[in-house]
């Protein structure tokens, strides 16, 4: 059982970290971005070039497709989101399918559907207490935690508060001088950032395919459902529950019934909570 715990924690991480990308839009633009994943796909294929294309190092291509993922969120925000984001939210949410549609055929004609793998220098493994743990793992499990307490500190800094007045009301903020343009494309850029190492670990430890996208947003989502939408701590330990979730029950009930898992979560929690595990109940007049 140990050893499917700990399979479920790393996939558990990169539910975490694209659940925090997904925060993080939501926290700052009141964006709920459905692009987030493909944000992280088309540089992680980038950098899978770069390596098996270009020659370069792993040390070499992971900053420069850490640097592509925040030029295209940036790029994206910009150009498609900020023009429409006064206009009615359910435009901007369109918006989010749209690029998601777009960046997914961009993928899907230069690099086909064909798997690849990005080679790591974090091939093997060591045993502990008579279990596995390969060194994937460790760096999936410590990138997502990483990721977290970072972002509880960048909240407590001023351009960190800035981007949580801004979700809540654009205006007043704006009247005492804080610049929107720079809370958002700083909170896009971040999100690229993040959803990039997400795709990149998924990519490292398994495969790299143009469907990695889609079915880590859902699983994003579903995470990021469970912490309440605006917790950093609730995304990733929601993150975490639902990898250990789908990997026991693809161990103990059926591998087909994993998927199944993350939606059964969503139902669950909000039918007992509506507001999530580590979300704040807010009023809504109706």
């Given at each position: 059982m140990w050893?499917?715990?700990?399979?479920?924690?790393?996939?558990?991480?990169?539910?975490?970290?694209?659940?925090?990308?997904?925060?993080?839009?939501?926290?700052?633009?009141?964006?709920?971005?459905?692009?987030?994943?493909?944000?992280?796909?088309?540089?992680?294929?980038?950098?899978w070039a770069?390596?098996?294309?270009?020659?370069?190092?792993?040390?070499?291509?992971?900053?420069?497709?850490?640097?592509?993922?925040?030029?295209?969120?940036?790029?994206?925000?910009?150009?498609?989101?900020?023009?429409?984001?006064?206009?009615?939210?359910?435009?901007?949410?369109?918006?989010?399918?749209?690029?998601?549609?777009?960046?997914?055929?961009?993928?899907?004609?230069?690099?086909?559907?064909?798997?690849?793998?990005?080679?790591?220098?974090?091939?093997?493994?060591?045993?502990?207490?008579?279990?596995?743990?390969?060194?994937?793992?460790?760096?999936?499990?410590?990138?997502?935690?990483?990721v977290t307490?970072?972002?509880?500190?960048?909240?407590?800094?001023?351009?960190?508060?800035?981007?949580?007045?801004?979700?809540?009301?654009?205006?007043?903020?704006?009247?005492?001088?804080?610049?929107?343009?720079?809370?958002?494309?700083?909170?896009?850029?971040?999100?690229?950032?993040?959803?990039?190492?997400?795709?990149?670990?998924?990519?490292?430890?398994?495969?790299?395919?143009?469907?990695?996208?889609?079915?880590?947003?859902?699983?994003?989502?579903?995470?990021?459902?469970?912490?309440?939408?605006?917790?950093?701590?609730?995304?990733?330990?929601?993150?975490?529950?639902?990898?250990?979730?789908?990997?026991?029950?693809?161990?103990?009930?059926?591998?087909?019934?994993?998927?199944?898992?993350?939606?059964?979560?969503?139902?669950?929690?909000?039918?007992?909570?509506?507001?999530?595990?580590?979300?704040?109940?807010?009023?809504?007049?109706?």
């Amino acid at each position: 059982m140990w050893q499917q715990i700990i399979s479920g924690l790393q996939a558990g991480s990169w539910y975490s970290l694209m659940a925090l990308a997904i925060v993080l839009v939501l926290k700052a633009t009141d964006v709920p971005n459905f692009a987030m994943a493909e944000l992280g796909l088309l540089p992680a294929f980038c950098t899978w070039a770069l390596i098996d294309g270009a020659g370069l190092s792993w040390w070499a291509a992971v900053p420069a497709g850490l640097l592509i993922g925040v030029v295209l969120a940036v790029v994206v925000e910009r150009t498609a989101i900020r023009p429409i984001l006064a206009e009615n939210h359910f435009a901007t949410v369109l918006m989010t399918i749209a690029v998601f549609v777009v960046i997914n055929a961009v993928v899907q004609l230069v690099w086909g559907s064909e798997p690849r793998k990005i080679d790591s220098p974090f091939a093997g493994s060591f045993t502990v207490a008579g279990q596995i743990v390969a060194y994937e793992q460790l760096l999936s499990i410590g990138a997502g935690l990483a990721v977290t307490v970072a972002l509880v500190l960048f909240f407590r800094t001023p351009l960190g508060v800035r981007m949580q007045a801004i979700a809540e009301d654009r205006v007043t903020p704006r009247l005492l001088g804080v610049s929107v343009t720079t809370v958002f494309r700083t909170s896009w850029a971040l999100a690229g950032a993040i959803a990039t190492i997400a795709l990149l670990l998924q990519g490292q430890a398994s495969l790299l395919t143009d469907q990695n996208g889609s079915g880590l947003l859902i699983k994003g989502f579903v995470a990021a459902t469970l912490g309440g939408f605006s917790s950093v701590i609730g995304a990733f330990v929601g993150g975490l529950a639902l990898g250990v979730a789908e990997n026991l029950a693809g161990a103990y009930v059926s591998t087909s019934s994993k998927t199944a898992i993350a939606l059964l979560a969503i139902v669950v929690v909000l039918a007992v909570k509506p507001q999530g595990l580590f979300g704040r109940h807010q009023a809504r007049e109706v």
